[in-house]
């Protein structure tokens, strides 16, 4: 790995998504729902920590190990999401965007893994 964890795409739109959700979670209907906003936070972050922790070791296999756990907290955020709509949170239309680019992050981070998975088989 020759790249700073900083430089890839996937990462920055993992702070996107962050930015977004933390925006959301500042809205009037979370006031209350503190376990529910510390939760999906926690995971939102976890994205773009765990490309970061990953690409530290300078090793592929521990990059895609890291990135796997990335993915699964990607998961984790849109579940919620769809948990803020079916909870009368907020409507589709306020978590369409932030729901989109999780999809989006999730199949970069897939691709980012087919990717290095190349590498380690050359």
């Not at 995971?43 to 070791?57: D, F, L, R």
Request: aromatic share 10%.
């Amino acid at each position: 790995m020759t790249k700073s964890f900083e430089e890839f795409q996937v990462y920055k739109k993992g702070i996107l998504l962050a930015k977004l959700i933390f925006e959301l979670m500042n809205s009037q209907p979370f006031e209350r729902e503190f376990g529910f906003k510390d939760q999906i936070k926690r995971a939102v972050v976890s994205i773009t920590n765990n490309i970061a922790e990953g690409s530290e070791y300078n090793n592929n296999k521990q990059l895609i190990r890291y990135l796997k756990i990335s993915k699964g907290s990607c998961a984790e955020v849109r579940s919620m999401l769809i948990l803020c709509r079916e909870l009368n949170f907020c409507s589709q239309l306020e978590i369409q965007k932030s729901y989109d680019l999780s999809i989006e992050i999730s199949q970069n981070l897939s691709n980012f893994i087919k990717y290095l998975n190349t590498k380690i088989d050359a």
